[in-house]
């Protein structure tokens, strides 16, 4: 691993733990979302996300699995889409700090094997509770699904999400 590998790695921990404390710090249970018209209206004005891959399990990354590339295939499709993604630097200054945040399950253990996978896609963002102006992390859109395959057919499944993300954001912000 290079110096470089291993300082994205570091950050990305930190960020990561920094992301759970202010969850758990903050009272209430997560908000659930999913892909509708009250969920996009989330979107409109989002400028650009931050986003976060979660980290494979030992088996998962013996089978070939690494957050890399999947951190690659989101970015790429959000960039050829036009939504900006942030460095963490621009994440921390955008209000609401808007994150998108892939979880892949994978139950595979070995590499070339099919296996049973599900695939969580949501944008998490602090919003603020009318009734106290609290700021509370909520996910406002998500998308998922589950399945059977090897890693390509996993990662087309997550491009696919990343897809239904990028439909969501454009049916609110149109391109002129």
């Known amino acids: 691993m290079t110096t470089s590998a291993k300082g994205d790695n ?5 960020v990561l733990a920094w992301v ?3 969850a758990l ?3 209430g249970p997560p908000a659930l979302a999913s892909d509708n018209e009250s969920t996009r209206a989330s979107l409109k004005g989002l400028g650009g996300v931050w986003v976060l891959v979660e980290s494979f399990s030992e088996a998962a990354q013996r089978a070939g ?7 690659t295939d989101v970015e790429l499709k959000l960039r050829m889409a036009g ?3 942030q460095t963490e630097e621009e994440w921390l200054a955008t209000p609401g700090r808007p994150w998108l945040y892939l979880l892949v399950s994978p139950q595979h253990e070995r590499r070339g094997a099919r296996a049973a996978f599900a695939i969580h896609l949501e944008l998490k963002q602090f919003v603020t509770l009318v009734r106290n102006d609290a700021p509370v992390p909520a996910a406002t859109w998500s998308t998922g699904s589950v399945g059977f395959g090897d890693l ?22 149109p391109k002129e």
């Open 83 to 85: 939504i900006k993604v």
């Open 152 to 173: 390509p057919y996993v990662r087309d499944g997550v491009k696919g999400g990343v897809d239904e993300f990028i439909n969501a954001w454009l049916n609110v912000n």
């Open 10 to 14: 570091t950050m990305r921990r930190i």
């Open 65 to 71: 699995f690494d957050d890399r590339n999947f951190q």
């Open 20 to 22: 759970a404390l202010v």
């Open 25 to 27: 710090l903050v009272p």
